[in-house]
């Protein structure tokens, strides 16, 4: 039986042009009262799209069967460029 996979997907574009920016790192953050927790790393590829995986076992370790809501963060030279917190999982 194959493990249960969870997906967050996103694309980084830019506001003039429209085409995706490559080569950002994106980083997801489970946001608590009292503390933020990281999610996950990874960076976008040519087209501007990121994706974070998580196996079933590590998503209910990480937000205990309950409604989330995530701050996603883009730098670039590690700079933080770009936050949204409008994320919802359920």
């Known amino acids: 039986m194959a493990k249960k996979t969870f997906r967050i997907t996103g694309r980084v574009i830019d506001q003039k042009s429209g085409q995706g920016v490559e080569g950002l790192k994106v980083e997801a953050w489970d946001k608590d009262l009292l503390f933020d927790d990281l999610v996950g790393r990874t ?19 990480l937000f205990l069967d309950r409604c989330s809501h995530l ?20």
Not at 71 to 82: E, G, Q, R, T, V
């Open 71 to 90: 701050l996603l963060k883009a730098f670039s030279n590690n700079i933080d460029i770009k936050r949204t917190d409008n994320v919802q999982l359920v």
């Open 43 to 61: 960076e976008t590829n040519t087209d501007g799209f990121y994706e974070f995986k998580f196996c079933k076992s590590y998503f209910k370790e």
